[in-house]
C-alpha cells in the first residue's frame, strides 16, 4: 500500500482553530506516527469535517471526544481509513521482485529448517502481495520444494476488505502481460479483473499500526519485509520507532526491501545494507556477527 495523502478539495474553507489543528494533529500523530504539518491544515481539515458530518458529532469538540474516548475504536478506524489513500499497481519496482526471486529466496532456502515468512507492509489494496505470490510462481524455479507465507498488513481496514476481494482495474494492471493476466485473473464486466482464489486464500491479510507495539508483536521470525515507501510521512521519532519495532519482527538474517528513494542508513544503523542483483537490501545480522 503505498500511503499517500488525498489531493484537497479547494471549495471549503477552513474551520478549525489554530489550537484545535495543534490538538488534532497531535493525537493522530500519537496514534499514527504520521505527521501533519501547517502545509496540509487545509487536507487535514475537510477530512476533519466530513467525520464531524459522518459521525452525527455537533462540532470538532465533540467529535474530538468521540475519537478520544469510544471504546470500540470505530470511529478512530475510520478517521485513519479517510487521512490515508493507497496508490499503487502490480509489480511496481519490479527489480526488487526479481532480486527477492533470483538472490535472496535461495539464500533463505539454504539458511532456514521451516516455511521461509514474507510480509508486505503496508499492503495497500494487495498489489504487492500478490505481485509477491506470482513474482515467485513465475520466477523461483524451486518454489514448489519450500513452504512459504506470505502475510500482507495495513492501518486502513477499508484497503484490507479490497485486497481480500482481489478485484482490479486498468490501472492497477497495467506493469501485467496480456499472459499473466490470462494466467491469474479473471475478466470482469466494465474492464475489471479478479484474481484467482488460489491466490487470494494464499495471502494473511490483516490490520497493524507499525508505532503500536501490541499491534507490531503479533508479527515475529519474518525472513523479508517489504516496506516501501511508508517512512516517508513519520517524523525521525516515529521512523526510528518503526524502524526497530521492524528490525525485532525479523528473524536473524532477514532482509527488508524499502521504497527506491528511502535508505535505511539515515535511519538506523541496526541493519547492514547489501547489493542484490539491482537492489539495495538490508539485512538484519545473523547470530553472532
Known amino acids: 500500500m503505498e500511503a499517500l495523502l488525498r489531493a484537497a478539495d479547494h471549495d471549503v474553507q477552513p474551520a478549525l482553530s489554530p489550537e484545535q489543528f495543534a490538538r488534532f494533529c497531535d493525537f493522530f500523530y500519537h496514534h499514527t506516527g504520521i505527521l501533519f504539518g501547517e502545509s496540509k491544515r487545509y487536507f487535514v481539515?475537510?477530512?476533519?469535517?466530513?467525520?464531524?458530518?459522518?459521525?452525527?458529532s455537533e462540532d470538532f469538540r465533540d467529535y474530538f471526544a468521540l475519537i478520544r474516548f469510544d471504546a470500540s475504536g470505530r470511529e478512530l478506524q475510520s478517521l485513519v481509513n479517510a487521512m490515508t489513500?493507497?496508490?499503487?499497481y502490480f509489480f511496481r519496482e519490479?527489480?526488487?521482485?526479481?532480486?527477492?526471486?533470483?538472490?535472496?529466496?535461495?539464500?533463505?532456502?539454504?539458511?532456514?529448517?521451516?516455511?521461509?515468512?514474507?510480509?508486505?507492509?503496508?499492503?495497500?489494496?494487495?498489489?504487492?502481495?500478490?505481485?509477491?505470490?506470482?513474482?515467485?510462481?513465475?520466477?523461483?524455479?524451486?518454489?514448489?520444494?519450500?513452504?512459504?507465507?506470505?502475510?500482507?498488513?495495513?492501518?486502513?481496514?477499508?484497503v484490507l476488505a479490497q485486497a481480500?476481494?482481489?478485484?482490479?482495474?486498468?490501472?492497477?494492471l497495467q506493469r501485467l502481460s496480456a499472459q499473466l493476466r490470462a494466467r491469474?485473473?479473471?475478466?470482469?464486466?466494465?474492464?475489471?479483473?479478479?484474481?484467482?482464489?488460489?491466490?487470494?486464500?494464499?495471502?494473511?491479510?490483516?490490520?497493524v499500526n507499525v508505532v503500536d507495539p501490541r499491534s507490531m508483536a503479533r508479527y515475529r521470525d519474518m525472513d523479508v519485509v517489504f516496506c516501501r515507501n511508508l517512512l516517508i510521512y513519520f517524523d525521525d521519532l516515529s521512523r526510528r520507532q518503526a524502524v526497530e519495532a521492524i528490525y525485532e519482527s525479523l528473524a536473524?538474517?532477514?532482509f527488508v526491501f524499502l521504497g527506491h528513494s528511502e535508505s535505511m542508513s539515515r535511519m538506523s544503523s541496526l541493519?547492514?545494507?547489501?547489493?542484490?542483483?539491482?537492489?539495495?537490501?538490508?539485512?538484519?545480522?545473523?547470530?553472532?556477527?
Open 45 to 56: 481539515e475537510r477530512r476533519v469535517l466530513d467525520r464531524i458530518r459522518a459521525s452525527g
Open 184 to 207: 491469474y485473473f479473471t475478466a470482469l464486466p466494465g474492464e475489471r479483473f479478479r484474481l484467482h482464489e488460489a491466490i487470494r486464500s494464499s495471502i494473511d491479510f490483516g490490520p
Open 271 to 289: 541493519f547492514q545494507p547489501r547489493k542484490v542483483s539491482d537492489s539495495i537490501v538490508y539485512q538484519k545480522p545473523l547470530d553472532g556477527e
Open 164 to 172: 481480500r476481494a482481489g478485484i482490479y482495474g486498468q490501472r492497477s
Open 94 to 158: 519490479d527489480y526488487q521482485f526479481a532480486a527477492l526471486t533470483s538472490d535472496v529466496l535461495p539464500y533463505l532456502a539454504g539458511l532456514r529448517q521451516r516455511p521461509i515468512r514474507i510480509w508486505s507492509l503496508p499492503c495497500s489494496t494487495g498489489e504487492e502481495p500478490y505481485s509477491i505470490a506470482i513474482a515467485i510462481l513465475e520466477n523461483w524455479n524451486d518454489a514448489d520444494e519450500h513452504a512459504i507465507e506470505i502475510h500482507a498488513s495495513d492501518i486502513d481496514s477499508e
Open 85 to 88: 489513500v493507497n496508490e499503487t
Open 252 to 254: 536473524p538474517g532477514g
